[in-house]
């Protein structure tokens, strides 16, 4: 599984997880620490592996979920993140890449380079607002 943690439209950073819960479980059980899924690795925005996933967030899929839910980019969260799980490869041999989840609940642990990014976007936010008022 790829979470994209994102800043608002921009991604923030990668966690890159193998997940085992639709693998039939070990011998030992599906509570054996066979059976539990690998560790969370954490990337930042850049990460190499992940450019196709980042491009089409921030090109595509972010524009058509605020077209579709009618709101603004000012309107979305500060910190919130996609989860996806890798579909079949295309004719290139390029992966593609299957929505799972949205998550919205802003818990941590993030990417060290996310709290920057987090940053960054609230003092935007903080400025836009004190230019309006």
């Avoid at 030992?28 to 899924?37: I, L, N, R, T, V």
């Avoid at 089409?56 to 605020?66: A, D, G, N, Y």
């Amino acid at each position: 599984m790829i979470r994209c943690y994102m800043a608002g439209e921009r991604v923030a950073g990668f966690g890159h997880q193998y997940i085992k819960a639709l693998v039939e479980p070990p011998p030992e059980g599906p509570d054996s620490p066979e059976a539990q899924p690998g560790p969370r690795i954490y990337h930042g925005p850049d990460v190499a592996p992940f450019q196709g996933v980042r491009a089409k967030m921030e090109t595509e899929w972010v524009p058509q979920m605020l077209q579709v839910l009618g709101i603004r980019p000012a309107e979305l969260p500060v910190i919130w993140d996609a989860d996806f799980l890798y579909g079949p490869r295309d004719a290139a041999g390029a992966d593609t890449y299957v929505l799972c989840e949205i998550n919205v609940s802003s818990c941590f642990a993030i990417p060290d380079e996310a709290p920057a990014a987090i940053a960054k976007l609230v003092l935007e936010r903080c400025e836009k607002a004190l230019a309006h008022a």
